[in-house]
């Protein structure tokens, strides 16, 4: 169906925001880490690519 996304989609979507909020809150408490930053940047560039070749 058009527009839907299927569980692993969602599933990888959950799992980058949530990588977000980890990645910013260590931030926040220690520090910034760039490797942390880079891992959080290809899980989405993942989840993004996901994303387009299931709309397709």
Not at 8 to 17: E, F, H, I
Not at 41 to 51: E, F, K
């Amino acid at each position: 169906m058009p527009g839907s996304t299927d569980s692993s989609t969602r599933t990888m979507g959950v799992l980058t925001v949530g990588g977000l909020v980890v990645v910013t809150a260590y931030t926040v408490a220690l520090g910034s880490n760039g490797w942390l930053w880079f891992g959080w940047v290809v899980l989405g560039l993942i989840t993004l690519g996901m994303v387009v070749t299931g709309s397709t």
